[in-house]
C-alpha cells in the first residue's frame, strides 16, 4: 500500500537553529516529490518538485533532497516567518493524475 | 490573476442539508482535484478531473459528487450532510506539465 510518512509531528526550534523535516514514503514507481507550505488558514503553496534520487533544490533557507526512501527538507538558520506546516506529497508514473500527502510537520521558530 | 477561487469561505449545515462548493481557477489549467484536510491527517483526495468532461474518485469519495462543468470550473456536491463531513475543502488545480498544485484559501464546514 502506497504511504507517506512525515516526521516529526511538530517541531520546536529557537531562531537559528538548524534542523531538518523527513518524508518517508512506501510508493512503487515514483513520479515526482513534492513540499509544500501551509500558514493557518491558509491552502498549501508550493515549495519544490524533486525528482530523481539524490536530486537538491534550494530556495532561501530551505533545501530539499531526495534519496530513494525520503526526502528531507533542511532548514538552516530559521527565522520566526518560516513557522508553518509543512507538507510533502507524492505522485506515481502510474496514474499520475493522483498525489497522495504526508500529514506534515508542524514547525514553530521562536525569536 | 486571482490563481484557485472558492467559495464559501465558511459554511454550517444541519444535518441532512445538501450544498455545493465552488471552486474556479483562471491559469487555464487541465486538471483540478478536490481535497479535504482533517486534523492530523493531511489532505485526502475526494474526487479529481484530469481535463475538461472528466471525473473520477480519489482516497475518500463517499458522501460527495462532483461536476466539471467546463475548464475553468469545478463544484463539489455534498447531497445529504453528515457530522463526519465536518473539514475544510481545499480546491487545487494543475497544468499537467510541472505538476505542482495551486490551491484555492479553501472553505471550512461544519456540519451539526
Known amino acids: 500500500e502506497d504511504q507517506v510518512t512525515q516526521s516529526p509531528e511538530a517541531l520546536r526550534l529557537q531562531e537559528g537553529e538548524s534542523s531538518s523535516l523527513n518524508c518517508s514514503y512506501t510508493?512503487?514507481?515514483?513520479?515526482?516529490l513534492f513540499w509544500y507550505r501551509q500558514d493557518p488558514g491558509k491552502g498549501p503553496e508550493f515549495l519544490f518538485t524533486?525528482?530523481?534520487a539524490g536530486e537538491e533544490k534550494e530556495k532561501e533557507r530551505l533545501k530539499a533532497t531526495l534519496t530513494k526512501k525520503e526526502s528531507f527538507l533542511h532548514i538552516t538558520a530559521p527565522k520566526p516567518e518560516d513557522s508553518a506546516t509543512y507538507l510533502c506529497a507524492v505522485q506515481r508514473f502510474l496514474n499520475f493524475n493522483k498525489f497522495y500527502f504526508g500529514s506534515g510537520t508542524k514547525l514553530n521558530v521562536k525569536p | 490573476n486571482a490563481g484557485v477561487t472558492q467559495t464559501p469561505k465558511f459554511q454550517v449545515l444541519k444535518t441532512g442539508q445538501s450544498m455545493t462548493l465552488q471552486c474556479a481557477q483562471d491559469m487555464n489549467h487541465n486538471s483540478m482535484y478536490w481535497y479535504r484536510q482533517d486534523p492530523g491527517m493531511g489532505l485526502r483526495l475526494i474526487y479529481y478531473s484530469a481535463s475538461e468532461g472528466t471525473t473520477d474518485k480519489g482516497e475518500v469519495p463517499n458522501g460527495y459528487n462532483v461536476s466539471r462543468l467546463n475548464k475553468r470550473e469545478f463544484s463539489l456536491r455534498l447531497e445529504s450532510a453528515a457530522p463526519s463531513q465536518t473539514s475544510v475543502y481545499f480546491c487545487?488545480?494543475?497544468?499537467?506539465?510541472?505538476?505542482?498544485?495551486?490551491f484555492g484559501p479553501g472553505t471550512r464546514l461544519t456540519v451539526l
Open positions: 487545487a488545480s494543475t497544468s499537467g506539465l510541472h505538476n505542482e498544485q495551486f
Open positions: 524533486l525528482y530523481s
Open positions: 510508493v512503487s514507481g515514483l513520479r515526482g
